[in-house]
């Protein structure tokens, strides 16, 4: 197997000597930026009243939902384990101990080559994810919105010195501290981007070059929502009143920096999460533990997962994601 | 054992059952990996099967032939059976004949260095091929270390090393079980399959049920020590009594809706892969057709009960599912555009009347598995001149010089299947 994939020119890849990375000016700045991040989305969750779990690593069974990616096996004693891609099964399952729960998770998604050169694309990254008990989609979307602000803000504020090292002007937060993100339908986002000529399927997720494209026309963060059945896992809630469409979002930078952060409410129905399964033709046999749990019954829910080195990317203005990292894997690339 | 008799009655079947249990709802187990499955023999009792509707159509040349006049036009001369153009696109593979390899999975008959044998002579001939399921779960992937020659890379790296530039393409099914082991994201981000994949020749293939056993999951004969090693991922049943045991894989749970969203996942999920689908020849063949074009599927494989490389029990091969012929002719009032089906093609004839009742292509199973049988270096493409020869000569004896070019006028049964009423 090869080492690395053939990359476009432009696009920027990490020094192979880690030493490198971790003494250069920029990634030093960028990880205070993450630091910062991090202890401001604690304060304000634990200000209202979430509790913060340690998340598992492996397990039995993990989110098949992540677009064309490889889930991990790993030898459990015989038994086949895996690494956690997401822990939302986790995240429903503990609104049974909880009503609020936030953790920051650890995810590895060994995604397809070609994203090695994407610039937001890791093989191992972090979430931040929230699952509120009883919330609608709207509510976390919300909550999304003011959690983002509050970080972006304490960031801004607390670290100018590492933004000036940066070279990214905090000006470029300007409309974000203000709020109210926009909100725009996934279908009105395949009109706007086919309006521009840009040929997207109105069936399936935003293509990377439609975010981007999107992303490049907005000053501020914005949610996408309802997307499409078939684009998403089966934990996503279907419209009740407008089948075949999710009650789910994903919030997008401004500035070209695309997607942040996926969340929805939850399908908490036993024979709706075993038909939802088939849909995605998943295997309901090696789900038997959460199955079993949801059949005896799980909290209904809302939550979302903002990917950590993405937003840090953004915020911090870097040119990709894999900087965003102390030790950075690209998919297909040998690194420690 | 009694001198009990009764003639005209099936009575060595009932005493084998008698003797043998459940076991005897299966072919003898010495035969597992050795006789390929499939219609065409004689039944249970001995009687000689019913003719195939397919068989008993004639393949009827006009003596008008408006279209060869346009290739002697074209050509300046008359045309013959060697101007036949028989490249085509199969589920968006440009492909040097309208025909492609059916699915051989994990069972023993394409085991081994057959089914290696067959994935380079698939690949140098330039037509697609489709790698069945449960390869993986039962004989690996083939990145760790296992026998390259059963794993699913062995096969693929064997069809790509001999690929011509632009031709060909492979088709990868996941089953239930496979889904498990994703087989489509591994192949997905896999090096080896990168060529494939960046020059649009890599599909997917989704599949539903089983051709030989419609309504049944994919069944295959193991020693108890190779059924121990697959854990809890496969159906086991101990039904032979003597260690060996039947692997039995789900059919897998299928409605409208759940096969619409598992097209469209597939879609959002490999943009750059075609998404192929493979339909057992059920009543709701047409329907289900109709689906699958619908959501997207860029092929719709339609699978006759005919035969296969596993283990089908005795009571499916002639009493279940419809004839291919019958399917052909439930799709014919809206066929997909990419149709491909299979089932018990050997020669040009049921190729080429398969073609003129709506297929794109046909599909080589039983007779691709024989041909590298006989000849590991070169039997399949031997027997492949043989077909593209036969093809060329029917094909041109109707006036016409392309497959797609072929319609139902071309062929006619004596109930009238095929014929448009007032011709």
Known sequence: ?336 | MSDLSAPGFPEEEVRRRARAGAAAAFPPAEEYGHVLFGAGQPDATGRPPRPDALDELRIVPPLFLPQRLAKLIDLGREPDYRDVELATTIGGFASALPVYVSATGSTRAAGGDLGLALSRQAGALGIPMVIGENVVPVNGYGRLGEAADRTLLGRLRAYTEELPDGLGGVAVQQSTEDADAEVWNLVHSDPAALPLLESGRLAFELKVGQGAKPGLGGMTVLEAEAAAALGDRFGLDPLFGDGRVLRAATPGTFTAEILRQQIRLMRNNYPRVRIWVKLYPGRDVAEAARVAHEAGAHAVVVDGAEGGTGWAPGVFLPHVGLPLAECLRRLAAEPPPSLLVSGRIWEGARAVKSLALGARAVGLGRAALLAVAEDRESGLRRFTECLALELRLLISALGKYAPDALDREDVWSPEGFGITPGR
């Open chain 1, 1 to 336: 197997m090869p080492d690395s994939t053939p990359l476009p020119d432009s696009t920027p890849m990490p020094p192979t000597d880690p030493g490198r990375h971790l003494t250069a000016p920029a990634t030093r700045s960028a990880l205070r930026v993450q630091q910062q991040l991090l202890s401001a989305a604690r304060e304000f969750l634990r200000g209202r009243g979430f509790v913060e779990l340690l998340p598992p690593i492996i397990g039995p069974v993990t989110d098949p939902g992540a677009r064309g990616s490889k889930q991990v096996d790993i030898d459990f004693y015989g038994h086949r384990y895996k690494l956690m891609t997401s822990a939302i099964l986790y995240k429903q399952a503990s609104l049974l101990a909880f009503d609020k729960i936030f953790c920051i998770a650890p995810n590895v998604r060994l995604e397809p080559l070609e994203t090695a050169g994407t610039s937001r694309h890791l093989a191992e990254f972090h979430q931040l994810d929230v699952e509120v008990a009883g919330a609608s989609r709207d509510d976390v979307v919300q909550l999304a919105e003011d959690l983002v602000v509050h970080m972006v803000d304490s960031a801004v504020r607390e670290l100018p010195k590492e933004f000036a090292e940066l070279g990214r002007d905090p000006q470029a937060f300007a409309e974000l501290l203000k709020g109210s993100f926009g909100r725009i339908r996934h279908a009105e986002a395949v009109a706007e981007l086919r309006g521009i000529g840009h040929p997207q399927s109105a069936e399936a997720e935003l293509d990377w070059e439609g975010e981007a494209l999107l992303s490049a026309r907005r000053d501020r963060p914005f949610f996408v929502t309802d997307y499409p059945k078939g684009s998403r896992g089966f934990y996503d809630r279907e419209h009740p009143d407008d089948p075949g469409l999710l009650r789910n979002f994903d919030l997008l930078a401004p500035e070209g920096y695309g997607e942040l952060c996926s969340g929805s409410q939850r399908t908490n129905d036993y024979a709706e999460i075993v038909t939802r399964m088939r849909e995605t033709g998943e295997n309901p046999q090696k789900y038997r533990w959460y199955l079993d749990l949801v059949r005896e019954g799980v909290p209904a829910s809302a939550g979302f997962g903002i990917g950590v080195e993405r937003l840090t990317r953004y915020v911090a203005g870097l040119d990709a994601v894999w900087q965003a990292s102390a030790f950075p894997k690209l998919a297909g690339v040998v690194s420690p």
